[in-house]
């Protein structure tokens, strides 16, 4: 979940390792550090360039992985939490869609901070029915899952 964007926007790259990374992926400069944004573009169902992933991918381990490599839950418990969090992300790509709301990025991570921006414009939240209020009870029970489960938070 971490790859495909939904617990990070951004993965931060090590200047050493960015001209055999260029090669692999896209690399934008922001502020003068070299980044990718999330989806990873070579995600899919798995990493397709796992021996070459940048540090940062290696070292990175939320807060779920750490207490299952610590053996303070069990397998089917970390997949029941994975299962939770993407059927809610689900839910919240459906309530986007039904909304007809055009968010900018491609990132979920970044589409759940511009949506919480446009949700906290009183101009918006006029406009929403009482039905689609649930968006925001949606981004909320997703947002606790991963700041309990996961350590992380789209904050």
């Known amino acids: 979940m971490c ?5 990070i926007g951004f993965v931060q790259l090590e200047q050493k390792e960015v001209p055999a990374l260029r090669e692999l992926m896209a690399i934008e400069e ?6 990718f944004f999330q989806p990873c ?13 940048p ?6 381990k939320c ?6 490599e610590q053996k303070q839950l069990t397998f089917d418990s970390a997949i029941h939490t994975i299962e939770l969090a993407k059927e809610k992300r689900a839910a919240i790509e459906e309530q986007i869609t039904a909304l ?4 900018r990025s491609q990132s979920f991570y970044f589409k759940m901070i511009e949506l919480n921006k446009i949700l906290q414009t009183p101009d918006y939240n ?9 968006i925001k009870n949606s981004i909320k029970e997703l947002e606790e899952l991963l700041i309990e489960k996961f350590n992380l938070s789209f904050c």
């Open 30 to 35: 922001e502020h003068n550090e070299n980044i």
């Open 3 to 7: 790859c495909d964007g939904t617990l």
């Open 100 to 103: 007809n709301l055009n968010l």
């Open 63 to 68: 807060n779920l992985l750490e207490k299952l």
């Open 41 to 53: 573009e070579n995600y899919c169902n798995g990493c397709a360039i796992y021996t070459e992933r």
């Open 55 to 60: 540090e940062n991918c290696k070292k990175f």
């Open 126 to 134: 006029s406009y929403l029915t009482a039905e689609n209020q649930s």
